[in-house]
């Protein structure tokens, strides 16, 4: 949890406006685990004030680089797609309590949407040692990345896209929902867009099977201070804004209350 | 750079140095103890307290405007007795300052709070009449000069702490304002609060904000802050704590040679959570490059010529 300036070792467009960056970090690379972001502040344009929230998608504890995968979506991220090698980055991070792992727990299903991807990786890489299957959905294939990565670690990866040009045509989740009613896994983890993770709730719950989710929300300082990241978290009569930065972003599903009219972007 | 004057007194309280955190951006302090050292801060104005804890607006409670920030928190806070019971004792552990910031929806709460924190530990209160994200809160109270007079006497009758009003940049006249707090019996006045404004997405055509409006900080009101600053600092007697778009050493001289005794620093804490260490460095690099031994030649110092 430092603030620090961090290099880019690589920046490249790995599918339709989906930036992978890698960056050393000592900090981060040696201490962030899956769930947790690194808070970035955009170079060149003193305008944008706010640092922007970027999941971490992989670390390498050896020589110290992190990746993280970002979609062009406005100006903070369109800077960022443009860096080059050796440009300074300056970040805060890792931030956010993460996913973690039950006691007992041997049989996980990740589950990512879009963007949502990226994060869950860092599950299947850091847990290696658990039996894995993952739901990866994507748009289309022009928007698919890293399926390959998830098969390394996955006993099985089943990919759906909204057109069908990739994998099964349909959402993610009644894939999921189809596995789930003939096999029973530990717990469930995700992270996508909203109508996603709202379908993702409706589902964990059919079945009962335990489920933490990665939520996004606009965020100012990342570090609990200033209270605009705001989530309604508990049961509909008895709930509380906790802080997505500090209390989350990780969370477990049957607390979440969304009202569906959040930002869905992936 | 070590033999400095920068302690500043406002109302009786001593301040180390002029850096004061704004209510609302930095939380209890306490958040911010990996990133910084409290010790360091002239003072902590703590997120805006009322009598009941408060939900606050719902999200998205930010949005990003050229060189500034809209939020619409809406005074989310545990409630004045959390304060006291369970942080303000870690917070006591620190060398610095601190202001409790107090709202309302009636006089009557306004004069509970003040009440409630009569025997407590704490420096200084802070009136905030110029929250504009609370329903029937806020700003009801700071656009109208009768009102002002009447709550911070109020107030000041059941507080026992020097008092700081803050005031809302969203009327026409700030000066009449300010007089009003000066005759109300305000020891200090701190401005600005944000403006109220708006952000719309057009992809969605709604606004960003779940609130539709928010206020505006950061340094797309910096000159609109200067100018209150300055004009306030003309019309009355009692120190003013500046503030609103301070990102820089040189923006603090800015606030204090327009008449500011001290500055607070909010929307800064947002972009980066050490930025008043820096701030009050690199205001200490101005002071010695320019040869200033003494904050006092700073403050009111502005050098003008008056148009006749
Ligand atoms: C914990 C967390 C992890 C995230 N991880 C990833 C990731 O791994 N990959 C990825 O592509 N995106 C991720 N996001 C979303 C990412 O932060 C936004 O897409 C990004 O901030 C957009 O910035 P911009 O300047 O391009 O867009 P603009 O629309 O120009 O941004 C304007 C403002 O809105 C904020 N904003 C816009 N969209 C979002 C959003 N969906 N969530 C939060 N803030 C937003 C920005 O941070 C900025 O303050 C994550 C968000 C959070 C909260
Ligand atoms: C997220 C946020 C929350 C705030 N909450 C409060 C509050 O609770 N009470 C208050 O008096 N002012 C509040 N403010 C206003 C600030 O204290 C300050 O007056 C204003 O932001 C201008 O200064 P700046 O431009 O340095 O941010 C808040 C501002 C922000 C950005
Ligand atoms: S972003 Fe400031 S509290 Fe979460």
Known sequence: MSRHIAEVVENIEIACKIYKMTIISNQVAQSAYPGQFIHISIPHDESLLLRRPISINRVNRNNNQVDIIYQVVGKGTKILSGLEKGAELDILGPLGKGFWIPKGTKKIYIVGGGCGVAPVRFIGERWDYLDITSFLGFRGKPWAYQIDEFERFSRKVFVSSDDGTIGYKGSIISLLDKHLSVENPDLVMACGPVPMIQALQKTVLKYDIPCQISLEERMGCGVGGCLVCSCAIGSKDKWDYKKVCTDGPVFWSEEVILDGESETKC | ?308
């Open chain 2, 1 to 308: 750079m070590e033999n400095l004057k920068l302690n500043v007194n406002i109302a009786g309280v001593s301040f180390k140095n002029p850096i004061i955190a704004a209510s609302g951006t930095f939380g209890f302090g306490v958040e911010y103890k990996e990133y910084i050292d409290l010790n360091h801060l002239g003072g902590i104005s703590v997120t805006g307290l009322t009598l009941e804890p408060r939900k606050g607006n719902p999200p998205p409670r930010i949005a990003e405007t050229p060189s500034g920030i809209l939020n619409s928190v809406g005074l989310q806070n545990p409630g004045v007795d959390y304060f006291i019971d369970s942080i303000l004792p870690k917070l006591k552990q620190y060398d610095t300052n601190i202001i409790a910031n107090i709202n309302g929806n009636t006089l009557d709460e306004y004069c509970h709070m003040a009440t409630r924190l009569q025997q407590i530990d704490i420096d200084m209160l802070e009136l905030n009449l110029s929250c504009p994200n609370v329903k029937q809160g806020g700003v009801s109270f700071g656009t109208d000069p009768e009102m002002v007079y009447s709550i911070t006497k109020a107030v000041k009758e059941h507080s026992h702490q020097p008092l700081i009003v803050k005031l809302t940049p969203n009327v026409t006249d700030i000066t009449e304002i300010a007089i009003a707090a000066q005759k109300g019996g305000g020891d200090a006045i701190s401005l600005v609060n944000t403006f109220l404004g708006m952000a719309i997405d057009v992809k969605t055509r709604r606004p960003v904000l779940g609130n539709i409006t928010g206020g505006l900080s950061g340094p797309a009101i910096k000159p609109l802050a200067l100018r209150m600053v300055w004009q306030v600092s003309r019309a009355v007697e009692i120190p003013i704590i500046g503030m609103g778009g301070i990102m820089t050493g040189e923006d603090v001289v800015e606030f204090l040679l327009a008449g500011a005794t001290a500055v607070s620093i909010g929307t800064a804490n947002l972009v980066t959570p050490d930025s008043m260490v820096k701030i009050l460095y690199d205001f200490k690099t101005y002071m010695h490059n320019n040869k200033v031994s003494s904050i006092d030649e700073l403050i009111g110092g502005l050098i003008v010529k008056m148009p006749t």
